[in-house]
C-alpha cells in the first residue's frame, strides 16, 4: 500500500514536528530503537526498509513527547490500529526496536 505524494509530505512534517516536541536527538533515538543515526535520518524522509520501521519511529516519538509534557502531533495516514492492518507485521511493532 502506498501513500499519495500529499500524504507522504504530511507524514515527513508529522514526524520532524513529533521528533522536535520530544528534544530528542537522533543518536538517541538510533540507540533507543537499536539502529543506525543514518537509518532515523533516512526514517524521517520516509525511506524505510520496512514499513513497520516509519511505525516504530511514530510510536517511540509520540511516547517521548509524551514523556515531555506535550501532545503529540496527530498523523493523518498512519492512523488507526496497526495490529488490523493487513500487511504489517505487528509482533515487530510491539516489539519497539528496529533490525
Same mark, same amino acid.
Given at each position: 500500500?502506498? @501513500?499519495?505524494?500529499?500524504?507522504?509530505?504530511?507524514?515527513?512534517?508529522?514526524?520532524?514536528?513529533?521528533?522536535?516536541?520530544?528534544?530528542?536527538?537522533?543518536?538517541?533515538?538510533? =540507540?533507543?530503537? /537499536?539502529?543506525?543515526?543514518?537509518?532515523?535520518?533516512?526514517? @524521517?524522509?520516509?525511506?524505510?526498509?520496512?514499513? =513497520?520501521?516509519?511505525? #516504530?519511529?511514530?510510536?517511540?516519538?509520540?511516547?517521548?513527547?509524551?514523556?515531555? /509534557?506535550?501532545?503529540?502531533?496527530?498523523?493523518?495516514?498512519?492512523?488507526? +490500529?496497526?495490529?488490523?492492518?493487513?500487511?504489517?507485521?505487528?509482533?515487530? #511493532? +510491539?516489539?519497539?526496536?528496529?533490525?
Amino acid at each position: 500500500m502506498s @501513500l499519495t505524494a500529499q500524504q507522504q509530505d504530511d507524514t515527513r512534517r508529522e514526524l520532524r514536528e513529533n521528533f522536535e516536541k520530544a528534544g530528542v536527538s537522533v543518536s538517541q533515538v538510533a =540507540e533507543d530503537l /537499536g539502529t543506525s543515526e543514518t537509518y532515523i535520518e533516512q526514517l @524521517l524522509r520516509l525511506e524505510p526498509r520496512r514499513y =513497520e520501521d516509519t511505525w #516504530i519511529l511514530k510510536n517511540y516519538l509520540c511516547e517521548k513527547v509524551r514523556e515531555a /509534557g506535550d501532545i503529540p502531533t496527530p498523523f493523518t495516514a498512519l492512523g488507526g +490500529d496497526y495490529h488490523v492492518i493487513w500487511f504489517l507485521d505487528p509482533t515487530y #511493532i +510491539d516489539g519497539g526496536r528496529i533490525f
